[in-house]
């Protein structure tokens, strides 16, 4: 695979998608197409606008008989990579529901980047990394108000008195392909949300594309009262999925 050194690759100015494939089907592949295009509008990015097309033309010559995989696109101003690779959370993952902690980094709700799925992405994955050695499965990142923002590689939904909550966009997140499907489909409340209200949650979930809707455990070892509302919209979404 050649790659051309330019600004997205030297500094970050470049985009990337990664997209569940069910059964070959590239899942909300729309949404995934809206997302990077505005995208490169919003950060004025020389980048040709990715066309449905082209996804199908690398689907269609890159076929495989696997039920889960993720397709990764990364776009910069002379590159245009298309890489699947392995799918990797497994049904245990959804059996034990995942364990979070509080990130020490702060998120930046000042800068455009933190709006958009850029190759500016080592805060996430270095967190990630510390969180996994401390025996965790998600960091939560606080904002400079020290409002409740997102995972690492996730969005964050909290529950409470059964009424859904999420931070709304201006504290500092990405808006979640999935995190949309949520908001489209249920009665959710997107509002600024400190430690202590994330801390009076009855359950938690977290989404992203690739685990669609991922019940919660526990937070910083203190273990919820329940999973149920998170498991009956995981079910609903495994529905949808399986049948589309």
């Given at each position: 695979?050649?790659?051309?050194?330019?600004?997205?690759?030297?500094?970050?100015?470049?985009?990337?998608?990664?997209?569940?494939?069910?059964?070959?089907?590239?899942?909300?592949?729309?949404?995934?197409?809206?997302?990077?295009?505005?995208?490169i509008i919003d950060l004025d990015l020389n980048i040709d606008k990715l066309e449905k097309d082209e996804v199908y033309r690398y689907l269609?010559?890159?076929?495989?008989?696997?039920?889960?995989?993720?397709?990764?696109?990364?776009?910069?101003?002379?590159?245009?990579?298309?890489?699947?690779?392995?799918?990797?959370?497994?049904?245990?993952?959804?059996?034990?529901?995942?364990s979070l902690n509080i990130s020490k980094v702060q998120r930046n709700e000042s800068s455009i980047f933190t709006f958009h799925k850029t190759?500016?992405?080592?805060?996430?994955?270095?967190?990630?990394?510390?969180?996994?050695?401390?025996?965790?499965?998600?960091?939560?990142?606080?904002?400079?108000?020290?409002?409740?923002?997102?995972?690492?590689?996730?969005?964050?939904?909290?529950?409470?008195?059964?009424?859904?909550?999420?931070?709304?966009?201006?504290?500092?997140?990405?808006?979640?392909?999935?995190?949309?499907?949520?908001?489209?489909?249920?009665?959710?409340?997107?509002?600024?949300?400190?430690?202590?209200?994330?801390?009076?949650?009855?359950?938690?979930?977290?989404?992203?594309?690739?685990?669609?809707?991922?019940?919660?455990?526990?937070?910083?070892?203190?273990?919820?009262?329940?999973?149920?509302?998170?498991?009956?919209?995981?079910?609903?979404?495994?529905?949808?999925?399986?049948?589309?």
């Open positions: 695979m050649l790659i051309e050194l330019d600004d997205g690759f030297s500094f970050g100015l470049g985009l990337f998608e990664t997209i569940l494939l069910y059964k070959g089907k590239a899942v909300f592949l729309n949404e995934h197409l809206v997302r990077i295009n505005q995208s269609e010559t890159n076929k495989s008989e696997l039920e889960h995989e993720v397709l990764k696109i990364v776009l910069t101003e002379k590159n245009r990579l298309f890489i699947k690779r392995a799918y990797t959370y497994t049904d245990e993952d959804y059996k034990r529901a995942f190759l500016n992405y080592a805060d996430n994955i270095f967190e990630k990394k510390k969180s996994k050695k401390l025996g965790y499965d998600e960091p939560i990142f606080l904002n400079s108000r020290s409002l409740v923002t997102e995972g690492a590689t996730s969005n964050i939904f909290i529950i409470v008195n059964n009424e859904i909550y999420t931070p709304k966009l201006s504290s500092g997140l990405l808006n979640g392909i999935i995190r949309q499907y949520i908001i489209s489909n249920y009665p959710v409340i997107e509002t600024d949300i400190d430690l202590e209200f994330l801390n009076k949650a009855d359950e938690i979930f977290l989404t992203n594309s690739l685990f669609g809707i991922m019940p919660v455990s526990s937070l910083e070892n203190k273990k919820l009262k329940s999973q149920k509302i998170s498991r009956e919209i995981l079910s609903k979404y495994l529905t949808i999925i399986s049948e589309n």
